[in-house]
């Protein structure tokens, strides 16, 4: 398949072109992974913030438990103050005896929330020991990310100015190419929105390839480049050959 243009655009200058575009195309594909990559990192900052506060909230649960138990304690206290003064006033022997047990009670419930007491304290101070090691962890790790994450910003804008400048540049190469290069080039891009549209010829054992779709050539296509006769096209992908 052939066309005929009233004169052969230059196909080095539709290759440097088609060089940009690719180069741009892989700089964006760099670029496109960069919000899955600092979403990754953010959530893994957000992660080790959790699993502090959770830690730190868990002490708080245990630190409110001792100040009931202390108030507990505190009003059994009080109670027993009562009843010991009631048991100089009471009158027969049985009221006594009753008055009594109920202080020993008292007093063993007690010593029950005491020892309750003295676990929350150890439990506090085993998980005070770990939030603070913990801390100290996930602060190194968390100016990992942070300069992880700095570094990703440097490369985006690296990236973002490359792909910019590959667009001038490419921009600037269409609007310097002859009008019939430019109007080939347009139909091309249309039909192959993505990837290359132009394609190398190769040869083995006498026999011609079109490289990007690996279809053999036709050796009148192949005369006709040589010649210089007109552009030439792939019969298959389409593509612009070039030798
Ligand atoms: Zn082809």
Do not use: F, W
Not at 30 to 53: Q, V
Not at 75 to 95: F, G, I
Not at 165 to 182: F, G, K
Request: hydrophobic share 35%; aromatic share 2%; net charge neutral.
């Amino acid at each position: 398949m052939t066309t005929k243009p009233q004169t052969l655009p230059d196909l080095s200058l539709l290759l440097a072109i088609e060089e940009l575009d690719q180069k741009r195309r892989e700089i964006d594909e760099r670029l496109k992974e960069i919000p899955a990559r600092r979403e990754r990192l953010n959530a893994e900052l957000a992660r080790l913030d959790r699993s502090l506060s959770e830690k730190e909230q868990s002490i708080s649960v245990k630190e409110k438990s001792i100040s009931t138990l202390e108030l507990d304690c505190k009003t059994s206290q009080t109670q027993e103050a009562d009843k010991k003064v009631k048991l100089n006033s009471v009158k027969t022997q049985k009221e006594y005896d009753a008055l009594k047990e109920e202080i020993e009670l008292a007093n063993a419930e007690r010593g029950k929330l005491e020892e309750k007491i003295l676990l929350l304290m150890d439990e506090i101070s085993e998980l005070k020991n770990l939030v603070k090691r913990d801390k100290q962890a996930a602060e190194l790790k968390k100016k990992e990310i942070r300069l992880e994450l700095d570094a990703l910003a440097a490369t985006e804008k690296a990236l973002q100015d490359q792909s910019q400048a590959a667009n001038v540049d490419s921009q600037t190469r269409l609007q310097a190419l002859p009008e019939d290069a430019l109007r080939e080039y347009k139909k091309l891009r249309a039909a192959l929105p993505e990837g290359r549209i132009l394609s190398r010829l190769s040869a083995e054992d006498n026999t011609y390839y079109c490289s990007a779709c690996n279809s053999p050539v036709s050796h009148q296509i192949v005369i006709n480049m040589k010649k210089r006769l007109s552009l030439s096209r792939c019969d298959i992908c389409h593509r612009l050959l070039y030798l």
